[in-house]
């Protein structure tokens, strides 16, 4: 079915389809220069479920991006909008200050998601998105754009700890060093590193292409205990910061026995004692012996590291008798008993020529 309709320039023609189906409109148009144009339209009137006749609805923009509440630095900009009830190949063009600066077809019929980066230098803008279709123009709405120039931002590196990390201690206190670089100060010209849910805090001034080490002194648990570190590099009133968080835990040092042994020489009364052991940390080793009168003695006192595996020494008895020795192993820093042995035990007799030997089990 084809209507023939006669027009102004910016005048609308308003007509009432009874039936659905594809209409083809012939228009004429009078120009401002009192010239005609003549133009072809197709459009198609749907029934809807209620059984009311639908045309095509028209098209609507939405500009989501740029913000007119927002201020942009210069260089690249993201444009994202919607068009709702878009014929495919129709051409959409982002306008800034009345030029078009990008004019592309839909891609999809109907609802189209479009995003395009434009690059603009520092100055005020308006810009909108406008769509041809269907030999009309639609326009969203027109938003200013305040675009200033970029500012270089400072760039630092927090090297350590990680974020996440676990250190582990033997104490109930520990020295931590924090490490952390300034590649390119921009315009900071101090640097404040503060650890949360402590006192601990520092500020010094910086150079670009720099390390940086503090040392702080935290608590740890067996539990363990969570920190959040942060580095805020400033300038009077401005400032970027960086944080990540770790976990600081007190482990219980370890100390594994692989021999105790002990000899008894044939000269009489004197004892050589071994011990082959693993350690994990620094400790003092001491030596007992119980007499079979139940007295203890110290008999030899070591420190060691996690580098020692062998306690040797040898210790001289005034008198025979049966005897059995242990050892005890401290942690230097604590005081902690980390390890109390088993007793080995041992003899010292005196035969009836007067000499003295020995034999032991342990």
């Given at each position: 079915?084809?209507?023939?309709?006669?027009?102004?320039?910016?005048?609308?023609?308003?007509?009432?389809?009874?039936?659905?189906?594809?209409?083809?409109?012939?228009a004429?148009?009078?120009?401002?220069?009192?010239?005609?144009?003549?133009?072809?339209?197709?459009?198609e009137?749907?029934?809807?479920?209620?059984?009311?006749?639908?045309?095509?609805?028209?098209?609507e923009?939405?500009?989501?991006?740029?913000?007119?509440?927002?201020?942009?630095?210069d260089?690249?900009?993201?444009?994202?909008?919607e068009?709702e009830n878009?014929?495919?190949?129709?051409?959409?063009?982002?306008?800034?200050?009345?030029?078009?600066?990008?004019?592309?077809?839909?891609?999809?019929?109907g609802?189209?998601?479009?995003?395009?980066?434009i690059?603009?230098?520092?100055?005020?803008?308006?810009?909108?998105?406008?769509?041809?279709?269907?030999?009309?123009?639609?326009?969203?709405?027109?938003?200013?754009?305040d675009?200033?120039?970029?500012?270089?931002?400072?760039?630092?590196?927090?090297?350590?700890?990680?974020?996440?990390?676990?250190?582990?201690?033997?104490?109930?206190?520990?020295?931590?060093?924090?490490?952390f670089?300034?590649?390119?100060?921009?315009?900071a010209?101090?640097?404040?590193?503060?650890?949360?849910?402590?006192?601990?805090?520092?500020?010094?001034?910086?150079?670009?292409?720099?390390?940086y080490?503090?040392?702080?002194?935290l608590?740890?648990?067996?539990?363990?205990?969570s920190?959040?570190?942060?580095?805020?590099?400033?300038?009077?009133?401005?400032?970027?910061?960086s944080?990540?968080?770790?976990?600081?835990?007190?482990?219980?040092?370890?100390?594994?026995?692989?021999?105790?042994?002990?000899?008894?020489?044939?000269?009489?009364?004197e004892?050589?004692?071994?011990?082959?052991?693993e350690a994990?940390?620094?400790?003092?080793?001491?030596?007992?012996?119980?007499?079979?009168?139940?007295?203890?003695?110290?008999?030899?006192?070591?420190?060691?590291?996690?580098?020692?595996?062998?306690?040797?020494?040898?210790?001289?008895?005034?008198?025979?008798?049966?005897?059995?020795?242990y050892?005890?192993?401290?942690?230097?820093?604590?005081?902690?008993?980390?390890?109390?042995?088993?007793t080995?035990?041992?003899?010292?007799?005196?035969?009836?020529?007067?000499?003295?030997?020995?034999?032991g089990d342990?």
């Amino acid at each position: 079915m084809t209507h023939n309709y006669k027009k102004n320039k910016d005048k609308q023609i308003q007509n009432r389809f009874d039936e659905p189906g594809t209409y083809q409109i012939n228009a004429e148009i009078e120009t401002e220069n009192q010239e005609t144009i003549q133009e072809n339209i197709e459009i198609e009137i749907q029934e809807s479920e209620s059984g009311e006749i639908e045309a095509e609805q028209e098209p609507e923009l939405t500009l989501n991006k740029p913000s007119e509440t927002q201020t942009y630095s210069d260089g690249s900009i993201e444009f994202e909008f919607e068009v709702e009830n878009g014929v495919q190949g129709s051409e959409y063009q982002i306008i800034i200050d009345e030029s078009s600066e990008i004019a592309r077809m839909l891609p999809e019929e109907g609802e189209n998601q479009i995003t395009e980066e434009i690059t603009l230098s520092t100055g005020e803008y308006e810009t909108y998105i406008q769509l041809n279709q269907n030999g009309e123009t639609y326009k969203s709405e027109t938003i200013t754009l305040d675009v200033e120039e970029q500012i270089e931002q400072p760039e630092f590196t927090l090297d350590s700890p990680n974020d996440g990390e676990t250190i582990e201690t033997f104490d109930e206190e520990t020295d931590v060093e924090f490490e952390f670089t300034v590649e390119d100060r921009a315009w900071a010209e101090e640097a404040k590193i503060k650890i949360e849910q402590t006192q601990n805090q520092n500020t010094r001034l910086i150079s670009s292409d720099q390390k940086y080490i503090e040392d702080f002194n935290l608590e740890s648990s067996e539990e363990g205990i969570s920190y959040d570190w942060i580095v805020t590099l400033k300038h009077e009133d401005s400032q970027v910061s960086s944080e990540k968080s770790f976990n600081l835990i007190k482990e219980s040092p370890q100390f594994s026995i692989f021999e105790q042994s002990e000899e008894v020489r044939e000269n009489g009364y004197e004892v050589d004692f071994y011990l082959e052991f693993e350690a994990d940390s620094t400790s003092e080793i001491t030596a007992y012996y119980i007499d079979d009168q139940g007295q203890e003695e110290m008999m030899s006192s070591e420190y060691i590291d996690e580098d020692s595996s062998e306690f040797e020494f040898s210790h001289f008895f005034d008198s025979e008798g049966e005897y059995s020795w242990y050892i005890l192993v401290e942690d230097l820093e604590s005081g902690e008993v980390i390890k109390e042995s088993d007793t080995s035990s041992f003899e010292i007799t005196e035969e009836d020529d007067g000499d003295t030997i020995g034999g032991g089990d342990s």
